[in-house]
């Protein structure tokens, strides 16, 4: 493995664990409750009750998940 091999491979580590922890702090904050409802915690909409029952604890809505999926990916 060359010296650009080990610096992207070193890139990619740190890229996971930002990633991983920043999922880890946001499903420990879990929804914010606005009205008795669970709601994202990045655009304030509700989330449904379906992905709260799949994911209990789950903090964003799916849009904003699969955003910041996407910006972490980039």
Known sequence: MDDMDMAA???RRDREAALSM????TLQ???EIINGV??????GE??????????PGVAL????QEER???MRS
Do not use: T, V, Y
């Open 61 to 64: 809505c799916k849009a904003c």
């Open 9 to 11: 491979e070193l890139e």
């Open 29 to 31: 904050c879990g929804p």
């Open 22 to 25: 920043a999922q880890r702090s």
């Open 46 to 55: 509700p989330i449904p009750k379906k992905r709260l029952e799949a994911l």
């Open 38 to 43: 669970a709601c994202c915690r990045e655009c």
């Open 69 to 71: 999926e996407a910006r």
